[in-house]
């Protein structure tokens, strides 16, 4: 089972700021298939990003994922009110196909 | 409007099943993989199965393997879950989640859209 690590646990920044939100896998992604998901409260988890870097479809340009092998990124360029959330990696190529432990991403 | 909408989740105790269902709309059902994926409240995301659109391939993970039961009707363009032998453990909100393989060999994908979700709660 590739287990994903997901740092920091919790973020603390301010409208307007970047957002660096790290996954890291036990082993190699093949493919990258990685994926990104946003979820707020009361809500099921959004995709953001998949692949690891193609935007999901209406999702803002602030937004964009990168990494290959067992390292993995999103980034939030300018964060945006709505942004702050709990955010999940998952992995889409080897069954189980397991996500990150999520970061929270709160507002200072 | 595409949607997704789970129901049957319900309280039961220990040992007891239930049957949770997954009816779409506004896509083309029979082309997609579909998943269930669960969640405790306040806690992660979980995968829980998936199969392909002609459930050619059907994958669980080991955490409910020979317990449930994942199908799916075409026809009516509906998922289920059959969970038998239920645990504590198993108390979680319930996702359905369309995958983006189209293929029947290939359960996997990101999962691009998912419903509201359904709550089962194991308890005696």
């Known amino acids: 089972e590739i287990v994903l690590t997901q740092s920091p646990g919790t973020l603390s920044l301010s409208p307007g700021e970047r957002a660096t939100l790290s996954c890291r896998a036990s082993?190699?992604?093949?493919?990258?298939?990685l994926a990104w998901y946003q979820q707020k409260r009361g809500q099921p988890p959004r995709l953001l990003i998949y692949?690891?870097?193609s935007r999901a479809t209406g999702i803002p340009d602030r937004f964009s994922g990168s990494g290959s092998g067992t390292d993995f990124t999103l980034t939030i360029s300018r964060l945006e009110p709505e942004d702050f959330a709990v955010y999940y990696c998952q992995q889409y190529a080897t069954s189980p196909y397991t996500f990150g432990q999520g970061t929270k991403l709160e507002i200072k | 409007e595409v949607l997704l909408v789970e129901s049957g989740g319900d309280l039961v105790q220990p040992g007891r099943s239930l049957r949770l269902s997954c009816t779409t709309s506004?896509?083309?059902?029979?082309?997609?993989?579909m998943h269930w994926v669960r969640q405790v409240p306040g806690k992660g995301l979980e995968w829980v199965s998936g199969?392909?659109?002609?459930?050619?391939?059907?994958e669980y993970s080991d955490s409910v393997k020979g317990r449930f039961t994942i199908s799916r009707d075409n026809s009516k363009a509906s998922l289920y879950l059959q969970m038998n032998s239920l645990r504590i453990e198993d108390t979680a909100f319930y996702y359905c989640?369309?995958?983006?393989?189209?293929?029947?060999?290939?359960?996997?994908?990101?999962?691009?859209?998912w419903g509201r979700g359904t709550l089962v709660t194991v308890s005696s």
């Open positions: 506004g896509f083309n059902f029979n082309y997609y993989s």
């Open positions: 199969l392909t659109w002609g459930s050619r391939i059907i």
């Open positions: 692949g690891p870097s």
């Open positions: 082993q190699s992604v093949t493919r990258s298939y």
């Open positions: 989640a369309r995958a983006s393989s189209s293929s029947d060999v290939v359960v996997s994908g990101y999962f691009d859209l």
